[in-house]
T-cell receptor, first 112, second 115 residues
Framework: KQEVTQIPAALSVPEGENLVLNCSFT??????LQWFRQDPGKGLTSLLL?????REQTSGRLNASLDKSSGRSTLYIAASQPGDSATYLC???????????FGGGTRVLVKP | DAGVIQSPRHEVTEMGQEVTLRCKPI?????LFWYRQTMMRGLELLIY????????DSGMPEDRFSAKMPNASFSTLKIQPSEPRDSAVYFC?????????????FGPGTRLTVL
């Protein structure tokens, strides 16, 4: 059974610092991995989707890397801003089937 | 595109009452998912449909929960009778199998409180 872990559960950084968010998964038989952002009381917004064959994916200040063999993904957010404060979740799509398995999320606070 | 639409956004009900949550997926998407989010258990998949047919309902917690998708643009999740432990945020998501690697798009959620 796939298990997805995100450590730390919470993170606080001063504005301008780069953010590094970690996601680990136990079963490397994945189709893709998706990073989401969730603001308090809101739904999930897809940030980046990285294929199992890819090593990284970039969108603006966001960069996601994937090391499938070691079961890890990292989301980098450059030059953090207070508006980046949110909970970030990673979700793994299995190689077979369509059931995403989510990590518990990392709650980020960027202090001005 | 309006995105995934869910209603109501908030629901407060008393134990034993029937609750119906509604979802309209993104037009053209052929997969629809129902999730539940709680502090204790995080995000859990309850059930998903492909072309209006339920594919996997192994996440549905009990027989009190049921889901239907009568057509491609509408789905319901019903809880009857509701219990306080059903209090959670329920999300609906959709994706297109021919789209970008099954990227899922989520609705804003329904916050359910059962007293």
């Amino acid at each position: 059974k796939q298990e997805v872990t995100q450590i730390p559960a919470a993170l606080s950084v001063p504005e301008g610092e780069n953010l590094v968010l970690n996601c680990s998964f136990t079963d490397s038989a994945i189709y893709n991995l998706q990073w989401f952002r969730q603001d308090p009381g809101k739904g999930l917004t897809s940030l980046l989707l990285i294929q199992s064959s890819q090593r990284e994916q970039t969108s603006g200040r966001l960069n996601a890397s994937l090391d499938k063999s070691s079961g890890r993904s990292t989301l980098y957010i450059a030059a953090s801003q207070p508006g980046d404060s949110a909970t970030y979740l990673c979700a793994v799509h299995p190689a077979a089937g369509n059931k995403l398995t989510f990590g518990g999320g990392t709650r980020v606070l960027v202090k001005p | 595109d309006a995105g995934v639409i869910q209603s109501p956004r908030h629901e407060v009900t008393e134990m034993g009452q029937e609750v119906t949550l509604r979802c309209k997926p993104i037009s053209g998407h052929d997969y629809l998912f129902w999730y539940r989010q709680t502090m204790m258990r995080g995000l859990e998949l309850l059930i998903y449909f492909n072309n209006n047919v339920p594919i996997d309902d192994s996440g549905m917690p009990e027989d009190r929960f049921s889901a239907k998708m009568p057509n491609a643009s509408f789905s319901t999740l019903k809880i009857q009778p509701s219990e306080p432990r059903d209090s959670a945020v329920y999300f609906c998501a959709s994706t297109k199998s021919s789209g970008r690697l099954n990227e899922q798009f989520f609705g804003p959620g329904t916050r359910l409180t059962v007293l």
